[in-house]
């Protein structure tokens, strides 16, 4: 089996947040007032350079249609949700609670800011803030939450890497919390693993299309 490959869902896993928090990440100067919500190893390996793959990957992944039906059926609950109670579409852009700026972008320091662009391709609804050779990350806002995807690529070896992938959160007062604290047995049971087997057949197809070999398809959608 290609080493860029996963052989099965052992490698999925939720990591402590301490495993996460080790590294100087940039996040760290950019969100210090953000929670670590959760860290999960991503079912990607590969060499240095295959960060960009990873990043094109989640970029075409949306785990609203993706093939879990159970996952499928909760966003769609929560899309109506949203639109009833006016979480998502707001006239303005909200201020990132207990902050005046409404884009964690205004924080940037120098040598982050410009790293991306608008053409840059990123998971649906979030904003794209900056990217290094081994760090990406992209921030959304609504009525609940301001939240950040930070993407990284950990080295695990000499040019062995895997990806890895942390959510900061900042609640929007009570109604955010009590809502994140809501959806977590949500997120951990049912949508963050139905999204590590997405990841992993789009991971795998890739390296299959690179390699010429055949990819895995020994996962389902929970």
């Known amino acids: 089996m290609h080493a860029c490959m996963l052989p099965s869902l052992k490698a999925i896993m939720r990591l402590p947040n301490s495993e996460h928090e080790a590294h100087a990440w ?3 100067e950019v969100a ?6 959760d860290v999960w190893a991503l079912p990607a390996h590969g060499v240095a350079a295959d960060f960009e793959m990873l990043l094109e990957v989640m970029a075409a992944i949306d785990p609203a249609k ?9 966003f769609g609950i929560r899309y109506r949700l949203g639109g009833w109670l006016g979480w998502d579409g707001t006239p303005r852009p909200l201020p ?3 902050d005046i700026e409404t884009t964690l972008g205004a924080r940037l320091p120098e040598d982050l800011r410009n790293t991306v662009t608008s053409a840059d391709a990123r998971p649906a609804s979030f ?3 900056y990217r290094t050779d ?25 040019d062995l890497y895997q990806g890895q992938m942390g959510v900061y959160v900042k609640p929007q007062g009570g109604l955010g919390a009590a809502y994140m604290t809501a959806i977590a047995p ?3 049971r049912v949508v963050y693993p139905a999204l590590m087997r ?7 197809a890739r390296i299959a299309e690179r390699t010429g070999t055949r990819a895995s398809t020994a996962l389902t959608a929970p």
């Not at 993706?66 to 909760?74: D, H, I, K, N």
């Open 134 to 158: 081994v760090e990406w990350a992209a921030e959304l806002s609504n009525r609940t939450v301001h939240a950040v995807m930070h993407l990284t690529w950990v080295k695990k070896g000499e």
């Open 66 to 74: 993706g093939e879990s039906r159970v996952t499928r059926a909760l």
């Open 96 to 98: 990132i609670p207990d």
């Open 26 to 28: 940039r996040i760290c």
């Open 32 to 37: 210090p007032d953000f929670r670590l919500e």
């Open 127 to 129: 904003i794209p803030l």
């Open 198 to 204: 997405q990841i992993e057949r789009a991971w795998n």
């Open 186 to 188: 949500f997120r951990h």
